[in-house]
Nanobody
Framework: QVQLVESGGGLVQAGGSLILSCAAS????????MGWFRQAPGKKREFVAA????????YYANSVKGRFAISRDNAKNTVYLQMNSLKPEDTAVYYC?????????????????WGQGTQVTVSS
């Protein structure tokens, strides 16, 4: 069993930066691929970024490529999302996710655990 708790969301002006954190409980964190999704009001939840269990591979949605960076610290059971050059269209609730494989994350075919989400609002 893995529990995920996101933090770091908030209100930021366009062009600004935020760092989201996702703290995981449980001894098996280091065996999971981790990722971030987001859901804007009235829209479906969409994939943002993913990282393999050993940080060897990352994958990004085209909409955030070059602006966002995902990383993880297995010693701290934490995954991060560094968000730079934020745009109003990045406004959403951001969710942390855990899955057995990297492909499970970015195809959203199998997500074993979800966090409760953290709100990110980007003002113009």
């Amino acid at each position: 069993q893995v529990q995920l708790v996101e933090s770091g969301g908030g209100l930021v002006q366009a062009g600004g930066s935020l760092i989201l954190s996702c703290a995981a409980s449980g001894r098996t964190f280091s065996t999971y691929a981790m990722g971030w999704f987001r859901q804007a009001p009235g829209k479906k939840r969409e994939f943002v970024a993913a990282i393999s269990f050993n940080s060897g591979n990352t994958y990004y949605a085209n909409s955030v490529k070059g602006r966002f960076a995902i990383s993880r610290d297995n010693a701290k059971n934490t995954v991060y999302l560094q968000m730079n050059s934020l745009k109003p269209e990045d406004t959403a609730v951001y969710y942390c996710a855990a899955a057995p494989r990297l492909t499970d994350i970015y195809t959203a075919t199998r997500i074993d655990y979800w966090g409760q989400g953290t709100q990110v609002t980007v003002s113009s």
